[in-house]
């Protein structure tokens, strides 16, 4: 069986619609806008009124069939979603891309993974959808070794995996085909498929764009439908790999607040970006060096360790150089990784003048 999060880059289909079935007759609602006529709403916010906002846990029925154990806890007692242990991974006969990788994510965080070119973060997101497996040690995604074939099914419905390009991910011609292409494969029975793809298009902002052409869309459209496809699948964990990277900067700051309201809405999100202040959006940054763990901490303790970040040829954020910038000529700011932050420091200062 193909699934959209374990293909989408690799296998897709391009351009029409692969699929026999699907909800073209399933539904009409007075205020569906016609189809191919899609413009270029700016996405404003979270899902629609009525909509359940809750998000991000585990699939029971699937969890049941897989012969994984309950998710160990971490030392905060909080449930691990993934966890790398001593993992060690190579691709045919190069060298390790890494290895004794320790590295647990909690039910419920949104982790941003920064890292230089080849350090390692699509190779690791690709671990967590079992997409490959370790080497050496062991990688367990819910509590689920990814190398028992039996779990790669459960692991995989519930990691939702989101790529760079918009265009390789999606697979149908009808925006409302493309999101129920992955449920309608989990074998979703159709009131519920319709259901989910409804919920998922207002969740990405994209409510009654069900009968739109997904070629109409804008690039910054296109990947809200494929985080929605991944979402009609109802994941645990949303994996966005360099998701914002084609997006031009209105697509990124819309993408982003989908992902920030999926987190507040109780997903697990893993992001990759090479955007500082996407990852200062996060609750936790990791900084990946040749596959090993060089920094970890919140944003504010990594994204403000400016001469490392340097080092490691990424980019130290804006508003951490200019307050560095400030401090160095005696204004008494603190380090700041967000403009918003660094304003208020400023204001505040100039209030007590
Ligand atoms: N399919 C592959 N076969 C062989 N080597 C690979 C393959 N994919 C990646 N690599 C190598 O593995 C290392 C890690 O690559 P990976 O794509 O995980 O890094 P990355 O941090 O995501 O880089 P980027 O930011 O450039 O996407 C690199 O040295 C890369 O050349």
Known sequence: MRTKTSTAEHDSPRGGDPRRGGLQAAHSTGDTPANGTAEAVPYEGGPSS????????????LADAASCE?????????????AFRDAGFTYDGEQFVFRNLNLTVPQGQFLCLLGG????????????????????GETLVFGCDTRDPEATYFIRSNAGLVFQNPDDQIVASLIENDV?????????PNPELRERV??????VGLQGFEEHETNALSGGQK?????AGVLAMDPAILILDEATAMLDPRGRAGLMRVVRDLHAAGMTVVMITHYMEEAA??????????GEVRLDGTPQEVLTRASELR????????????SLELQARGVPVGTCVTDEALKEELCALRSKQ
Do not use: M, W, Y
Request: hydrophobic share 45%.
């Open 50 to 61: 009525g909509t359940d906002s809750r998000r991000g846990g585990l699939q029971p029925a």
């Open 180 to 188: 129920a292409f992955g449920p309608e494969n989990l074998g979703i």
């Open 311 to 322: 080092e490691l040829s990424l980019e130290v954020p804006f508003a951490c150089r200019l």
């Open 198 to 203: 409804t919920r998922a298009l207002a969740e």
């Open 281 to 290: 959006a996060a609750e936790r940054v990791v900084v990946l060096d040749g």
């Open 117 to 136: 070119n080849g350090s390692g973060k699509s190779t690791l997101a690709k671990h967590i959808n079992a997409l490959l497996v370790p080497d050496e």
């Open 223 to 227: 990947q809200r439908v494929a985080i």
């Open 70 to 82: 309950v998710a160990p806890a971490d030392a905060q007692g909080d449930e691990v979603f993934v």
